[in-house]
């Protein structure tokens, strides 16, 4: 049986699931039931500075992109970190970790870009005994707009800065989290770094409008006959994200850097392909949010049952083992080719893929009078998008012609040699050297 036990930057939690800081883990109530029904860690509900509590707007905070059947794809969210006073969280934190001592506690934390104010406060929260701090440079709405969050998150600078305070404040270990508001996210993953960060987490949420009442004209969710940009989260960003990861993974400067894999995560495997391209554990929010927290019960079997399957003993088997294969494009195996091959027995006869590829595509599948589709293997170029548009799942599936095959589409056989854009006859830079 395969051991989820998990350590990342030297924290220990049973399993490698941990509830990102957002309403799952705004206070003692829901983080005990959370850890009841198996979550790992917790990274609590980002923690500002004493004093008056931030304010909350009274309308609603949520927006939501629905697929056809209504389930929920992305979630935006206009709230602020945490609107409960400093001193009720940190006893609620305090007797959360007495009580789950094996159980990880993060704490994330968000005060204004000014020495005293990180150094005061991070020994303070230590006192609860949290395992660690998770820096909040990511929030992009509201506290943002008083140089917070992501308006900390987007210049490298501050990033190393704030690292560096925190890191001289506590020997606790330091998680910058990271904004994906940015064009190139090596630029503050290595700011990080520099300021000795002991890990990254990643992605917060994105700056997005999901909707517009058009009678009020609007964005929505609408305060008042007006919205903001809100940030935006759920499976829709899954893929945003996990290209980050790759990017901080495989980049040599971070390739050491642990990462916290975060965005869209719902299902065991969502896991696992954060985890092989590189995260050492992932958080997970909006799935919570949308089914409750018993969910981490089917990513705990769901990942035990993969591991046993393929053999892994822990997770630190396969964390990181997909990255090598994340490449640039120049390097692609041009002499690898595919063609499109449609079962007849499963195809419902639809007319979807022949829509798809007589009008967008390579005009490569054939309709016959009575609709039997085929693929036409001299014009098909193997982009894929009929198996994206097909509604039955593997009814499309791409053939992988095996070397010395004829490609009838090129009239030339298949090569068995690795071929790249670098080594291409048409590259420019490959004539220009001849
Ligand atoms: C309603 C809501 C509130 C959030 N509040 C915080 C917060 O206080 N601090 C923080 O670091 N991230 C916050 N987040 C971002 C999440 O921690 C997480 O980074 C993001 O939602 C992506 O993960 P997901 O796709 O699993 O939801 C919040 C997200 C939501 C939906
Ligand atoms: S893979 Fe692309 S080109 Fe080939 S049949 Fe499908 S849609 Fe057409
Ligand atoms: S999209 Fe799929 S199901 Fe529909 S006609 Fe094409 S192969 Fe058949």
């Known amino acids: 049986m395969a051991n989820l036990e998990s350590e990342f930057v030297g924290i220990k939690s049973p399993n490698p699931?941990?509830?990102?800081?957002?309403?799952?883990?705004?206070?003692?109530?829901?983080?005990?039931r959370a850890f009841e029904a198996g979550w790992g860690g917790v990274v609590w509900k980002t923690l500002g500075e004493a004093g008056p509590?931030?304010?909350?707007?009274?309308?609603?905070?949520?927006g939501?992109?629905?697929?056809?059947?209504?389930?929920?794809?992305?979630?935006?969210?206009?709230?602020?970190?945490?609107?409960?006073?400093?001193?009720?969280?940190?006893?609620?934190?305090?007797?959360?970790?007495?009580?789950?001592?094996?159980?990880?506690?993060?704490?994330?934390?968000?005060?204004?870009c000014e020495e005293d104010a990180w150094k005061k406060i991070l020994p303070m929260i230590a006192e609860t005994g949290c395992d660690g701090f998770e820096l909040n440079f990511g929030c992009p709405h509201g506290m943002a707009e008083?140089?917070?969050?992501?308006?900390?998150?987007?210049?490298?600078?501050?990033?190393?800065?704030?690292?560096?305070?925190?890191?001289?404040?506590?020997?606790?270990?330091?998680?910058?989290?990271?904004?994906?508001n940015i064009t190139n996210v090596l630029y503050p993953a290595e700011a990080a770094l520099r300021g000795g960060a002991d890990a990254v987490s990643l992605i917060n949420t994105i700056n997005s409008i999901t909707s517009v009442n058009l009678d009020v004209m609007s964005p929505e969710p609408m305060i008042d006959g007006k919205g903001t940009h809100g940030g935006y989260c759920g499976p829709a960003v899954k893929p945003i994200a996990m290209n980050m990861v790759a990017e901080i993974a495989r980049n040599p400067e971070t390739a050491?850097?642990?990462?916290?894999?975060?965005?869209?995560?719902?299902?065991?495997?969502d896991a696992a392909e954060f985890m092989a391209l590189g995260a050492g554990n992932v958080q997970v929010c909006t799935a919570a949010m949308t089914y409750g927290f018993k969910i981490v019960q089917e990513m705990i079997s769901g990942l035990s049952q993969w591991m046993d399957e393929k053999g892994y003993e822990s997770t630190a088997d396969f964390v990181g083992m997909a990255t090598p294969n994340v490449t640039d494009w120049?390097?692609?195996?041009l002499n690898h080719?595919?063609?499109?091959?449609?079962?007849?027995?499963?195809?419902?006869?639809?007319?979807?893929?022949?829509a798809a590829c007589e009008d967008t595509s390579h005009q490569a599948i054939e309709m016959s009078e009575d609709r039997v589709f085929t693929v036409k293997d001299d014009e098909c170029v193997a982009c894929n998008l009929c198996v994206n548009v097909c509604p039955v799942e593997n009814c499309i599936t791409m053939r992988t012609l095996e070397p010395g095959e004829m490609d009838e589409r090129t009239g030339k056989p298949v090569s068995d040699a690795y071929g790249s854009w670098l080594s291409h006859p048409?590259?420019?830079?490959?004539?220009?050297?001849?």
């Open 17 to 32: 699931f941990w509830l990102a800081s957002a309403p799952p883990t705004d206070k003692e109530y829901n983080v005990r």
């Open 53 to 62: 509590p931030v304010v909350n707007v009274n309308g609603p905070r949520y």
């Open 64 to 112: 939501a992109i629905y697929g056809a059947d209504r389930r929920l794809l992305g979630l935006n969210n206009i709230e602020l970190i945490t609107d409960r006073p400093l001193e009720v969280n940190l006893e609620e934190m305090t007797r959360v970790k007495r009580d789950y001592p094996d159980h990880a506690l993060i704490a994330s934390v968000m005060v204004p």
């Open 146 to 180: 008083r140089g917070m969050g992501s308006a900390v998150g987007q210049v490298p600078e501050y990033i190393e800065m704030v690292a560096r305070w925190c890191k001289e404040a506590t020997d606790l270990p330091v998680i910058v989290k990271l904004t994906p």
């Open 256 to 269: 050491n850097l642990p990462i916290s894999g975060i965005g869209g995560i719902t299902t065991w495997r």
């Open 330 to 333: 120049q390097h692609l195996n």
């Open 337 to 354: 080719i595919t063609k499109a091959e449609i079962s007849q027995d499963d195809c419902i006869k639809c007319g979807r893929c022949y």
């Open 426 to 434: 048409n590259n420019p830079s490959v004539q220009a050297a001849e």
